[in-house]
């Protein structure tokens, strides 16, 4: 039972049973003093009357100084609870609760003390691995040849910028993405079955095979060495593919920007681990999310509004990969509103060039492959993508997730649930907003700090994202339509 019903049964029944208490001595009082039983009715109208209404004024004064006050401080405490950053608890002056709340600030303050000593004693703890994970890092980075990992269903795990180089950039290299959406797949099968054979002969073991493999459009032929990867049960969980190109020199060089560019995100072991689960059980913190934002010449597609811009940032395993990225302005051949300039800032000059949506629509298809889509409000981002996908050839049929419903799912007494409001709630830094990219950054940061608040309730796979998701629209349906940007 919450709290405002608890408080308003205990009141009213207070008020009940005292006005029955009242009415029952004033009856006989006046039955053994000879009062007419029409002049004792009107005596205990008036009494219950009296009562009720200092019922009624006694709850006004609990719902204030008590009842508010406790509902606004376990709101507090949730969001300490599944955010906790140091900050003092919003409480308004004048309640009943003591030093309750004082209190509770104490307590906070010393528990984020053991997290903060606690997390010393792991990162002490931690150094060494994370002080080899920086050599790796290092080596990879330096390493001319290029070096991709797989687990055995083809996806990547760890990728180094040679290889990206070697590639030319392709849109389909990505964490948790399919090796053979770059790559020729026949001569890696063929070797890694010789690979298998050549571990379960009784010669001695060939750890390495060489291969010559061609890209998908074959413009591009690797020399390229491949070996298994074991486990320390000796069982094979994956690969390690390096390559160079056949041809001496066709490699573009590294400029010395690039070569000295932060490294990304471009690793993740624990994709070795098979899903082995359908999409509605699959764990939402074991999936790979597109987080994406457009802009557009306004806000009606059906109306004749054309995209400008598609930004868009890789979320894996609840990590966002700052390295792996797409942003395209498009030209949206026709003009642009000076209203939505004042928004977006894209003038006709910037699009001047720029591919249609039928051109940039399938590089953002390629970038994007098979990952749930994630948007803030991605109702609006689908209609501009959909508008266009069938003159594109390409079909956005991919899963998708609204950050806003989930939001106001987990936040349901917030009374603004627009990113930029989400956003400064949890922390989020927003720098860029009003630019595809931006928006779809602070989304993405926005995006893995939910994905841990609604694992705390419980809200952990895909499937309960997706009921959840639907319970919301209806009720956010079933009132004034309308979000704050």
Same mark, same amino acid.
């Given at each position: ?41 009107? !005596? ?16 006004? #004064? ?129 070797? #890694? ?15 390495? !095979? ?58 993740? %072991?624990?994709? %070795? ?15 790979? %999310? ?45 003009? &642009?509103?000076?209203?939505? &300039? ?39 981002? *689908?209609? %501009? ?38 956003? !400064? ?27 841990? *608040? ?32």
């Amino acid at each position: 039972m919450q709290p405002r019903t608890l408080v308003l049964a205990v009141v009213g029944g207070l008020s009940v049973a005292g006005a029955a208490v009242a009415t029952a001595a004033i009856l006989a009082v006046a039955h053994a003093a000879g009062v007419p039983p029409a002049q004792a009715g009107l !005596h205990v109208s008036v009494v219950a009357g009296g009562g009720l209404l200092a019922g009624a004024a006694g709850w006004l #004064l609990l719902r204030a100084k008590l009842v508010l006050p406790l509902e606004a401080l376990t709101r507090e405490l949730r969001l300490l609870k599944d955010n906790p950053q140091p900050r003092a608890l919003d409480l308004a002056g004048g309640h009943a609760l003591g030093t309750l709340p004082a209190d509770i600030d104490g307590l906070f303050g010393k528990l984020q003390t053991s997290r903060e000593v606690t997390a010393a004693a792991i990162a002490a703890a931690t150094k060494r691995a994370e002080e080899q994970r920086s050599r790796l890092e290092a080596i990879l980075v330096d390493l001319a040849e290029g070096v991709v990992v797989c687990n055995l269903d083809h996806r990547i795990l760890l990728y180094n910028q040679a290889a990206r180089r070697l590639l030319h950039r392709p849109a389909g290299l990505g964490l948790d993405r399919p090796l053979f959406g770059v790559l020729a797949e026949e001569p890696i099968r063929q070797t #890694l079955e010789m690979l298998r054979r050549s571990a379960s002969d009784a010669s001695p073991v060939l750890r390495i !095979h060489r291969c010559v493999v061609p890209t998908l459009d074959a413009d591009i032929w690797l020399k390229a060495r491949l070996g298994l990867v074991h486990e320390p049960s000796g069982e094979v969980s994956g690969y390690v593919l390096t390559f160079t190109e056949t041809a001496e020199g066709t490699a573009p060089a590294a400029s010395p920007i690039e070569r000295i560019a932060p490294r990304p995100e471009f690793y993740d %072991f624990d994709l %070795f681990k098979p899903a082995g689960t359908s999409l509605a059980d699959t764990p939402l913190r074991k999936m790979a %999310f597109v987080v994406f934002d457009t802009e557009t010449t306004g806000l009606d597609p059906d109306g004749g509004d054309e995209l400008l811009s598609i930004g868009a940032v890789r979320v894996v395993n609840g990590r966002l990969l700052t390295g792996e990225t797409f942003e395209q302005l498009i030209d949206p051949g026709r003009t &642009i509103p000076p209203a939505s &300039i004042k928004f977006h800032g894209i003038t006709a000059d910037m699009v001047a060039g720029q591919p249609a949506a039928r051109e940039a629509l399938p590089r953002f298809k390629a970038f994007a492959d098979d990952a749930v889509l994630v948007a803030y409000n991605i109702a609006f981002d *689908m209609a %501009f993508l959909t508008k266009r996908e069938a003159e594109a050839g390409v079909a956005f049929d991919n899963p998708v997730l609204d950050a806003l419903l989930l939001a106001a799912h987990v936040f349901p007494d917030q009374p603004d649930h627009s990113l930029s409001a989400m956003a !400064h709630r949890l922390g989020v830094d927003v720098k860029g907003r009003h630019t595809a990219l931006g928006d779809a950054v602070a989304t993405a940061r926005l995006w893995v700090k939910l994905l841990n *608040m609604m694992e705390m309730r419980g809200l952990a796979t895909f499937g309960q994202a997706v009921e959840i998701s639907q319970r919301m629209m209806k009720q956010r349906q079933a009132q004034t339509p309308g979000v704050g940007w």
